[in-house]
């Protein structure tokens, strides 16, 4: 700590070179020596990335299936033509089925050359589709699909169609031959249709 080893507080009174450091510590007069960044070193070129990047797929390859780097480099190990020459790398070939083009997965054969006059183009991320579903077209709608009111809409929701035709169940509602009708497990209804819905009241004829 602060240049000073155990062997030089060993060669001292080490009863007094502790309690010189707690006074100093309790009086806050202690000053800890700089510190001094270091920094991990890096390869400087992209040819001293070869190597690891190299070993890396093999060693998964020979711990998923408990083998050896060795014997998986042999296995798969093949060579690719490039625009800077041949260049050794990892192939997976599944033979074709049915008249298909094998399946070809390579890992590696790329050639580590800076190109110095490169372009970087961001390209835009691909955004979800803005489809809308056939829900979101009848809430736009804005008609109860029971009674036709446009006020105070709401969205019935049932679990499994299945389960509206339980054996043992009363008469239907005309709500649930609507649902069983249209195949969905949703219904676009005005709250008062929503209430009689969940209170077994008869509603309004639906409009089919």
């Not at 990892?90 to 190109?115: E, M, N, W």
Request: aromatic share 2%; with cysteine; glycine share 6%.
């Amino acid at each position: 700590m602060d240049g000073v080893t155990v062997d030089a507080v060993a060669a001292t009174e080490v009863e007094e070179f502790l309690q010189d450091l707690s006074e100093r510590l309790r009086t806050h007069a202690y000053r800890p020596s700089a510190l001094r960044r270091v920094q991990n070193p890096k390869p400087g070129r992209l040819g001293e990335l070869r190597p690891p990047s190299q070993a890396s797929l093999p060693k998964t390859l020979a711990g998923k299936h408990r083998s050896t780097v060795t014997k998986m480099a042999r296995k798969y190990k093949s060579t690719v033509e490039t625009p800077e020459g041949p260049r050794t790398c990892l192939t997976v070939t599944v033979p074709p089925d049915r008249g298909r083009k094998p399946l070809v997965a390579r890992f590696g054969g790329i050639p580590l050359k800076r190109q110095r006059k490169a372009v970087l183009t961001d390209r835009r991320p691909v955004m979800a589709s803005a489809k809308r579903n056939e829900l979101i077209h009848r809430l736009i709608a804005e008609c109860c699909e029971i009674c036709e009111a446009r006020t105070n809409l709401e969205v019935h929701h049932v679990r499994k169609l299945a389960g509206l035709n339980r054996p043992g169940r009363r008469d239907k509602p005309d709500w649930v031959h609507l649902m069983a009708k249209r195949r969905s497990e949703t219904l676009v209804i005005c709250r008062r249709c929503h209430e009689d819905t969940h209170a077994g009241r008869g509603t309004a004829p639906p409009r089919m």
